[in-house]
């Protein structure tokens, strides 16, 4: 049983991986996966002076952007792997200001439903050993036949 275990964890991030890997958007931002597993993905993308707002801290549409692709790609762990997800809809609180060497956000899966499923995420301020949630969001995703 182990090793089921395994193979399927693999295939997991393989998957996620792939899907990941043709998200030009993320590139551009220098985002990272560094985690997915059943309902969950964790990313990371460096704050860089190309993303910083007027009051030095990183624009919220980077913590929305990392937001939304980790809990889309924790509902995308779910999905059968003939199905790709997209967002329908997805809330954002900002807590705090964005600050710090990188942001991380942690999505995971609230419920997997046959048709819809809802997500959410939680966004990391990194600063050396520091960690601060800058932001939450709630939102639907939606499976979506993978193109022929």
Do not use: W
């Not at 220098?30 to 910083?52: M, Y």
């Not at 060497?101 to 995420?121: H, N, P, Y």
């Amino acid at each position: 049983m182990p090793n089921d275990i395994d193979a399927d964890q693999a295939s997991t991030l393989r998957r996620v991986r792939t899907s990941f890997s043709q998200q030009s958007m993320m590139a551009t931002l220098g985002a990272t996966l560094a985690d997915a597993d059943r309902g969950r993905c964790v990313l990371r993308a460096p704050i860089g002076a190309h993303v910083l707002q007027q009051h030095g801290a990183a624009h919220a549409g980077l913590a929305f952007m990392l937001g939304d692709s980790a809990a889309g790609y924790a509902a995308l762990t779910l999905m059968p792997h003939d199905a790709e997800v997209m967002t329908v809809e997805m809330k954002i609180n900002l807590m705090a200001p964005a600050v710090g060497d990188a942001l991380e956000a942690v999505g995971t899966v609230v419920k997997s439903g046959r048709r819809l499923s809802v997500v959410q995420a939680e966004v990391f301020a990194l600063s050396g050993a520091h960690r601060k949630t800058i932001a939450l969001l709630q939102g639907t995703m939606i499976p979506v036949p993978l193109p022929e």
